[in-house]
């Protein structure tokens, strides 16, 4: 039977306290949820015959629950939705190969929940508003109204001056509020990564690794930020596990 | 009308974010079996989670 992976847990002082909760909670389609341990860390598996479990977004979807439910109540790494084994063998070895790797993310999550911002705006409003400042300046630089001559390549080049300024002024804005962010979360000692420029409307994706406890004071920092940004929405998305914050790969 | 607006965008987000995060993050075994996943459309979400946007996740601290 291969054993498909949700999650690496830290048993923690109290490994009955996770036996005692998995029959609570069931895998894909059903399955009986079972821990294979090692080093004091348990993977939580479910057995299926084939490797093919009909990969779907409900199943994806009762995978993200397994997670959701025991990042509840322990630490752990969740891993990436279809990561099989071959055997239980397999799974203790993989355990006992990188058991000081895993406790190290698992002390690094800690208590700790992932939070997303993503910042909005409405790109044609922005783009008006940026290049009211701008267009003057460049279709006339010298200040000379007798100036008429017309060009194809004088506009032309006017045009991309005029995009290559706002996409400047755009950047620069962004990180202006990246920089807002930052400074409301220095104090939060908040781990962060921050996305630029994703879309054209979705201008800041950032990352947050938080304390539970500090699910309020964010939700705080957020809604003030909003309010002094009224152009832009700020939307934000958690408490999640910390799917973005675990080392990428094991062997 | 403007609050179920915010409330739907939030529910769309929260179903990308989620799906991104289960297919694309977390801890990947190499060189074992990895089920392939692309044929996985984002539509559905059943799963409790609370997220929202800040205007939702005020309405909910408040117990509105």
Known sequence: MKKLIYALVSEGKHPDKLYDYLPEITGIGGAVLKAVSSYQISAIISEHEKTDIGADKFKALEFAEVIEHLSQKFTLLPMRFGSMMNSTEEVNIMLERNHERIHQNLDFVKNKFEFGLKVFCDSDRMTLEL????????????????????????????????????????????????????EYFAGMNAVHTFRKMVSETNIIDALFLLGKDQKDTLVDAVSDMQKRNPLLSFVLTGPWPPYSFVDKTIK | MIHDNVVDKSKDITILELLDRVLNKGVILTGDIVISVADIDLVYLGVKLMLSSVETMEQLKSGK
């Open chain 1, 131 to 182: 290049s009211s400042g701008i267009v003057a300046g460049i279709d006339n630089p010298d200040g000379n109204s007798a100036e008429t001559g017309n060009s194809v390549f004088r506009d032309y080049v006017n045009k991309k001056l005029r995009e290559h300024k706002i996409e400047e002024l755009r950047l620069k804005y962004v990180e202006s509020v990246i920089g807002e962010i930052t």
